[in-house]
């Protein structure tokens, strides 16, 4: 059985969208840890990006359940790697806007778990 596949449109990546309570808080915790501006806010929804770089979106959920990492009840579905020079100073910096160091931390010299303030996993690596 052959298929005729159609030529390949223009498709880009825009970025990607975490579910959480509260958008335009956690829009607000991301927009500073990563210097990107809000470029759409509605009531549900909040969009970070620069002009030709896919961005991040925060999207409310009314019976959201932040993740239990690293154990069940509720499983993590995705999260985010963040690259860094210093890992202290970054993580300093992200602590002071809202974020929590997760435990356990299996590589801490090269690789650092916090849990930003809706309670989404997330990495920063050297």
Request: glycine share 8%.
């Amino acid at each position: 059985m052959s298929s005729h596949i159609p030529p390949h449109p223009a498709i880009r990546y825009l970025g990607v969208t975490l579910d959480c309570p509260d958008p335009a808080e956690l829009a607000h915790f991301y927009s500073e840890a990563l210097g990107l501006p809000i470029t759409l806010s509605t009531d549900g929804f909040v969009f970070l990006s620069r002009a030709g770089s896919p961005g991040l979106g925060f999207y409310r959920l009314d019976d959201y359940q932040p993740p239990t990492w690293p154990h069940s009840p509720v499983q993590k579905q995705a999260h985010l790697e963040l690259g860094v020079d210093d890992l202290d100073a970054a993580q300093a910096r992200l602590i002071a806007l809202g974020a929590v160091v997760a435990d356990p931390q299996p590589l801490p010299e090269r690789r650092r778990i916090l849990l930003d303030p809706a309670g989404h996993p997330f990495c920063i690596t050297l």
